[in-house]
C-alpha cells in the first residue's frame, strides 16, 4: 500500500479472465475504498487504469435483452405448473406473494411470518396492508 496504478492494471486484466465487469468494478471499489481509508493516493483514479477497464468492459459486456413483463396469464400459467410437493407449494407462496406486493428479493427474505395475517376470508397479506392482496 499503496499499489502503483501498473499493478492494479495488471490485477484487473488477469481477473477479466474470470470474473464479471460487475464483480470487477466492486473490486475496484474495494481497492479505491482500501486507500481511501489508509489516506493513500488512489490508484484506481488514474487513466492507466481506466482505460485498461474500458478495454475490458468492452470486450467482456454483453448488451442486456429486454424481458417481458409477467402478465396475469403468464403468472396463472407459472402457478399451475408448480408441482404439490413441498418446493411447488414454497415457489407459490414466493409468487402469490411478493409478485403483488413488488417485493425485491431483500425485502422478500427479510420477512417474518409476524409480518403476515390471514383475512376473514383466509387469504394471506401482509399485516400493515388493510386489503386483500
Known amino acids: 500500500m499503496p499499489a502503483y496504478p501498473a499493478l492494479v492494471g495488471t490485477y484487473l486484466a488477469t481477473i477479466a479472465q474470470t470474473k464479471s465487469v460487475a464483480t470487477i468494478r466492486r ?3 474495494a481497492i479505491a475504498q482500501a486507500h481511501k481509508a489508509a489516506g493513500a493516493p488512489n490508484p484506481v483514479a488514474e487513466r492507466e487504469v481506466q482505460e485498461i477497464l ?16 409477467l402478465t396475469r396469464d403468464r403468472l396463472e400459467e407459472a402457478i399451475k405448473a408448480l408441482g404439490n410437493d413441498v418446493k411447488g407449494q414454497h415457489d407459490r407462496a414466493l409468487l402469490l406473494l411478493t409478485l403483488p406486493c413488488a417485493l425485491r428479493r431483500a425485502e422478500a427474505a427479510a420477512l417474518d411470518v409476524a409480518d403476515l395475517r390471514y383475512d ?3 387469504h394471506w397479506g401482509a399485516a400493515e396492508q388493510k386489503t386483500r392482496l
Open 27 to 29: 473490486r475496484m471499489v
Open 54 to 69: 474500458g478495454g475490458i468492459v468492452r470486450t467482456k459486456s454483453v448488451a442486456q435483452t429486454r424481458k417481458d413483463a
Open 120 to 122: 376473514e376470508d383466509g
